[in-house]
């Protein structure tokens, strides 16, 4: 069994930046996909950004083009979410996930077709 733990989230104000870890283990991590989603109050989860499975092909949603940055560390079984320039319409709890997925289907893909999903991490911005 997989575990997933976010961390790094916290409040900051309007052009701040985070920077988010999703910790994995009982996984090896460069098998999978990763996922980072995020949900705001009354809104549905929406898929922020991925790596997909095999290639080094990473995918973003048009509101964070330019801003966020998604990578992995294999080696410490860690992957990030760099937030930059950061809205308040940044504002959700953001989680990352793991599974079998290729190509841009990592970033549209239904809950249940990642693997293991972490608890989630609060981002707040305001000011």
């Known amino acids: 069994q997989a575990q997933l733990v976010e961390s790094g989230g916290g409040s900051v104000q309007p052009g701040g930046s985070l920077r988010l870890s999703c910790a994995a283990s009982?996984?090896?991590?460069?098998?999978?996909?990763i996922g980072w989603f995020r949900q705001a109050p009354g809104k549905e989860r929406e898929g922020v950004s991925c790596?997909?499975?095999?290639?080094?092909?990473?995918y973003y949603a048009d509101s964070v083009k330019g801003r966020f940055t998604i990578s992995r560390d294999n080696a410490k079984s860690t992957a990030y979410l760099q937030m930059n320039s950061l809205k308040p319409e940044d504002t959700a709890v953001y989680y990352c996930?793991?599974?079998?997925?290729?190509?841009?289907?990592?970033?549209?893909?239904?809950?249940?077709?990642?693997?293991?999903w972490g608890q989630g991490t609060q981002v707040t911005v305001s000011s």
């Open positions: 996930a793991i599974g079998g997925l290729y190509g841009s289907s990592c970033l549209t893909a239904l809950d249940y077709e990642y693997d293991y």
């Open positions: 790596i997909s499975n095999w290639e080094p092909k990473t």
């Open positions: 009982g996984v090896t991590l460069e098998y999978y996909a």
